[in-house]
């Protein structure tokens, strides 16, 4: 038989392996570089949806739409940059980069639409197409991150290759959500208005299904998650579209200015309160 360890070796390894631990669960903590999924991360996310549809409608017809493409893309690319090269998550810096995705998304969307598709498919058809596609592309990357990583939990974005796969998530979720948005106020002649209230129903579901029938909390979100984008759009565009497009005709400017105000003012309580950084999960599986 081999030689037996005294018991206060056994406890001082066990203790020294639970230091260990310790210690790598809270650099994972700090390491983490998402925000914790509070009422506040859905607000300003709904906030940012609007916030993305209408300034990037507002650029692309008050200047010109190639620009506003490429200037939307060099935003999008320091957003990213300055988030990547953060070591912790930052409310401002996150969120800055979730609005430049909004915008950014947008436009692609639409380019995608109206360069693309159209031309080939016709408008009404093509906002379905571009649906399908961006639905397919979400799959696509749900799937080599899940294989890759094991994981698509946000509570486990601590390096930076998931950190990679979580952007790439985030701005396939924006851009189908702008084609969906589009589909539903276009395609199936529902309007903006009407589209609105489709998707907050669609927005509550995940929620039920989680309460209720016990639906994984992982899959909850990332429904949730894709719904905000034409849920917000959708409104976005209600508020600020002329009346002959069943619009309030307040003007893509000035929502884009008062949904500025409001996620500014969001985002500055979350910088001060801090009430939207995770806490310390290693006694957790999620």
Request: net charge positive.
């Amino acid at each position: 038989m081999g030689r037996t360890i005294p018991n206060r070796q056994l406890n001082v390894g066990f203790s020294a392996r639970g230091t260990t631990a310790q210690t790598l669960d809270r650099a994972l903590n700090v390491a983490r570089k998402v925000p914790e999924i509070t009422i506040f991360f859905w607000i300003a996310k709904l906030l940012s949806t609007a916030l993305g549809e209408s300034t990037s409608d507002y650029l692309v017809y008050q200047i010109n739409p190639y620009l506003a493409v490429v200037l939307g893309g060099i935003g999008l690319a320091i957003a990213l940059i300055l988030q990547f090269r953060v070591r912790r998550y930052i409310a401002w810096v996150y969120w800055l980069a979730v609005v430049m995705v909004a915008i950014f998304g947008t436009m692609a969307a639409d380019v995608v639409h109206i360069v693309l598709l159209s031309p080939l498919l016709g408008p009404t058809v093509a906002y379905l197409v571009s649906t399908i596609f961006f639905a397919a592309c979400l799959v696509v990357i749900f799937a080599i991150w899940y294989l890759t990583e094991k994981t698509l939990s946000i509570h486990s974005i601590n390096t930076p290759r998931r950190e990679v796969f979580y952007w790439a998530t985030v701005m396939a979720t924006f851009a189908l959500g702008t084609a969906a948005g589009d589909m539903t106020a276009y395609t199936l002649r529902l309007g903006f208005f009407t589209s609105g209230l489709l998707f907050t129903a669609l927005f509550a579901l995940p929620a039920l299904a989680y309460g209720l029938l016990r639906l994984n909390a992982l899959v909850a979100f990332w429904l949730a998650y894709i719904v905000t984008r034409p849920l917000g759009a959708s409104f976005a565009d209600w508020m600020g579209k002329p009346k002959s497009v069943h619009g309030l005709n307040f003007g893509d400017g000035l929502v884009s200015l008062v949904l500025t105000i409001l996620i500014v003012g969001v985002v500055g309580y979350l910088t001060l309160t801090r009430k939207d950084v995770q806490a310390d999960r290693s006694h957790s599986h999620s």
